[in-house]
């Protein structure tokens, strides 16, 4: 199987530009994450799906952060303006419904100049 | 709030010594532990689920275990390829869907 996809792998973008990340979680899957990791903070849960429903947004630091999933195999994670402060890599993870592990994609690198 | 903790932050072993990295954590109902690898410039990498304390489980040179307030990654006779970020993480059952991370230990093995 194909795992969780995610595009594009590194984003170099200046101050105040809107950046949009892309995530293709496993086929099956009914649940879809989207995280944060800095190494500061490391790993913070900023939003989540259930068959493609928000469930849960408090983590999402800002109103400038927004997040869509149209179909079960598309989710997008948008960042509107964008501040230096934003730069972190972000990953995708998906599950399965029940006590399943969540498997993650390989992340966006994100540097905001 | 959930909360982990995990130490050390960073290990250095030689080849063959066997050590052990520790998540300590505060849940309310335990919903499950879970432990991932994280290589550089990669996404954490699922290794093992715990649900209950006393369970134990094992996979090549690791072995995890749970206690009602820890769990610890085992790891015996490490090779150069265990080199990672290992990653701790607990499902409580005020918090959903949501894990709750910890920093991370960074283990370094050399020959």
């Known amino acids: 199987d194909a795992g969780v996809i995610q595009s594009p792998r590194h984003e170099v973008t200046e101050m105040g530009q809107e950046v949009t990340l892309r995530c293709k979680p496993i086929s099956g899957h009914d649940y879809l994450f989207w995280y944060r990791q800095t190494m500061m903070r490391g790993l913070e849960l900023l939003i989540y799906f259930n068959n493609n429903v928000p469930i849960d947004d408090s983590g999402m630091p800002e109103d400038r952060f927004s997040a869509k999933m149209p179909n079960a195999s598309f989710s997008t994670l948008k960042i509107q303006p964008s501040e230096p402060r934003d730069s972190a890599v972000y990953f995708c993870a998906s599950r399965r419904e029940g006590d399943q592990p969540q498997h993650f994609g390989d992340g966006t690198r994100l540097s905001i100049l | 709030e959930d909360q982990v903790t995990q130490s050390p932050e960073a290990l250095r072993l030689q080849e063959g010594e066997s050590s052990s990295l520790n998540c300590s954590y505060t849940?309310?109902?335990?919903?499950?532990l879970f432990w991932y690898r994280q290589d550089p410039g990669k996404g954490p990498e699922f290794l093992f689920t715990l649900y209950s304390a006393g369970e134990e489980k094992e996979k090549e040179r690791l072995k995890a275990t749970l206690t009602k307030k820890e769990s610890f990654l085992h790891i015996t006779a490490p090779k150069p390829e265990d080199s990672a970020t290992y990653l701790c993480?607990?499902?409580?059952?005020?918090?959903?869907?949501?894990?709750?991370f910890g920093t991370g230990t960074q283990l370094k093995v050399e020959l």
């Open positions: 849940v309310s109902g335990l919903r499950g």
């Open positions: 993480a607990v499902r409580g059952a005020g918090g959903g869907n949501k894990l709750t």
